[in-house]
């Protein structure tokens, strides 16, 4: 008599974690609030550039209102929850059940959402050749450059260099103390200095999915646009807190970005009435300056 030989074991599936588990271990990453634009500080200053860059895009309400908060248990509680499936998430926060795509994302945060929407690190393609050589020309500011590279920060003008800073904080934070422009972060801070249209939405979305579709531990990003998100569904925000000085572009930014504020003479602080900003020369001469800028 043969033995019949015994069925394989089903695997076992990887239990479900419990959501409280999910929640809990969201609340040990970092969050990334956003930075707010004080308009009034800015055309102190003259950069009343910068604010047309923002206007040109549709976000100049977006990115002034000083009246925005972040709730940290809504947000983990948010990205525990959070799945993003061809473009339209769905999530659930304090028992209420959200679902957007890209333009209704738009639709409640006030902004259009059309343009470019593709951030992909892994693949440089999505520009071409012939793009990312142009916008690294023109962000590097050696026209004769023959490949595309990574841009440092201290071979961009300021205004640039600003642009840049503004594009890793508020529309593509993928972390903190970056002084490198990889080839996919010089897009988004060409298309803003060329006021040509992003798509916002899109892109928070991409990031959305990545942050619940991978294993690696993500900061939980656009802490202050999704409030506006929350506020939509009718979500009780938890532990708000608003915004605070530190979440404002100020003095230090702008110095890092290598315009000069200076004060009867001085190095000016953040406190009073200040004297508009002015670059400080670079190593490189060429380039538009921040005069002929504004």
Known sequence: MVDKPEKPKPKKGKKAMPTATKVAQFLQRSVVRGKIVNTDYFKEQGLKVFLGKLQ???????????????????LAEFYANCEVTKGVVTSKVDGKKLRFNANELGKILGIPFEGLGVYVREDKTTLGAERLLQLTQRLNQQPDLKTPRSVKKGEMTPLHRLLFWFVIKNIIPPGQGRNLADAMDLCPANLLDREERISLPAIMISHMSRIAN?????????????????????????????????????????????????????????????????????????????????
């Open 56 to 74: 040109a895009q549709g976000w100049l309400d977006l990115f002034t209102n000083t009246q925005r908060g972040c709730s940290v248990p809504n």
């Open 214 to 294: 991978t294993a690696r531990e993500h900061d939980l990003v656009y802490g202050f646009l999704l409030t506006s998100v929350f506020e939509h569904f009718g979500v009780s925000l938890h532990k708000k807190v608003g915004v605070q000085v530190t979440d404002e572009i100020r003095c230090s930014t702008l110095l890092s970005c290598e315009f000069k504020i200076t004060k009867n003479g001085t190095t000016g602080s953040e406190q009073g009435p200040q004297t508009p900003f002015t670059p400080v020369p670079g190593p490189s001469s060429s380039g538009p300056s921040l005069d002929t800028l504004l």
